[in-house]
């Protein structure tokens, strides 16, 4: 007993004389302030079957923010009732290219009767070998003409999702650089998916500390080890694997976005695994700490 003191002892002068601290020791607040959200997309098959169903295991999981990515065969007053009851809050509202600029007073409708600030656009078109300078132009027109809508008319704010292709080089930089340049930092704003950032190439703190101010929202995923990107813009969905298992530094991303103007963390999957790997993504993040 004397002797395990002693060491015990030794172990703790040594640390305070050191400042040693195991690998695994971690210290100061949490990284995320509050609990992170989640985008509907990560349960997809679920909702498609049991809309009520699925939103108690989302708050099962501890989750009272999404981010809608559809409708899913229901009206926008059915699921603010759903979520109203379960004490869920719905910030952003997910639509398709087409559905923003060819029913952007539906949309600005639907988003506002689901209680959202944002409507978030990921992507728009553009040809199969690489985004071209005119297609941008053209997605940088619509982006300006409906984010003018939105805000004005309806208080809400266009946030456009980085989907992976974005980064042909272009001049000095890349096209998405091209693109936040030309969008009227008044009527859009940006949500960086880290995985779709990562994957072609990029750094996402880098990125974040170029555009912090514009950046409001996020979509927080990690990428399996030994996975190659590129710029198509497309994987394996069973790439997605938990977060803080793969390839991207989870810890940088997000202190370099708590300098930034993120408001909304959301964990998504696009894997068959979710039942496993959201549970271990929201333990990661919420043990992480500065």
Excluded at 74 to 103: H, N, P
Excluded at 116 to 135: C, M, Q
Excluded at 210 to 234: I, P, Q, T, W
Aim: one cysteine or more; proline letters at 4%.
């Amino acid at each position: 007993m004397i002797l395990r003191k002693l060491a015990l002892f030794s172990c703790l002068l040594f640390t305070v004389l050191t400042g040693y601290q195991p690998a695994n020791a971690q210290k100061g607040q949490r990284l995320l302030k509050n609990h992170p959200g989640v985008v509907s997309y990560t349960y997809r098959k679920d909702f498609a079957k049991d809309m009520p169903g699925t939103l108690d295991l989302v708050k099962k999981n501890g989750f009272t923010d999404i981010e809608f990515s559809n409708l899913f065969g229901q009206t926008a007053q059915d699921i603010r009732k759903w979520i109203d009851e379960r004490g869920i809050k719905c910030s952003s509202f997910g639509v398709s290219y087409e559905d923003l600029t060819t029913k952007t007073d539906q949309v600005a409708k639907n988003a506002k009767t689901l209680g959202a600030k944002f409507v978030r656009v990921a992507g728009f078109p553009h040809s199969k070998t690489g985004l071209t300078l005119d297609e941008a132009k053209q997605g940088i027109s619509e982006f300006n003409r409906v984010g003018k809508i939105l805000k004005d008319q309806y208080g809400l704010t266009l946030i456009y999702h980085n989907h992976g292709f974005e980064f042909q080089p272009y001049e000095k930089g890349t096209l998405f650089d091209y693109i936040v340049q030309q969008t009227n930092p008044r009527y859009v704003s940006l949500e960086m998916d880290i995985l779709w950032v990562f994957f072609p190439g990029q750094d996402p703190v880098a990125l974040l500390k170029k555009y912090g101010n514009r950046f409001k929202a996020m979509h927080v995923k990690d990428l399996k080890k030994g996975v190659e990107g590129n710029l198509s813009g497309g994987t394996n969905p069973e790439n997605d694997v938990a977060l803080g298992t793969g390839q991207i530094n989870i810890p940088a991303v997000l202190k370099a976005a708590k300098r930034s103007a993120i408001e909304h963390y959301y964990i998504e999957d696009e894997s068959s695994n979710v039942e496993t790997q959201v549970p271990q993504s929201v333990q990661y993040l919420l043990g992480l700490k500065e």
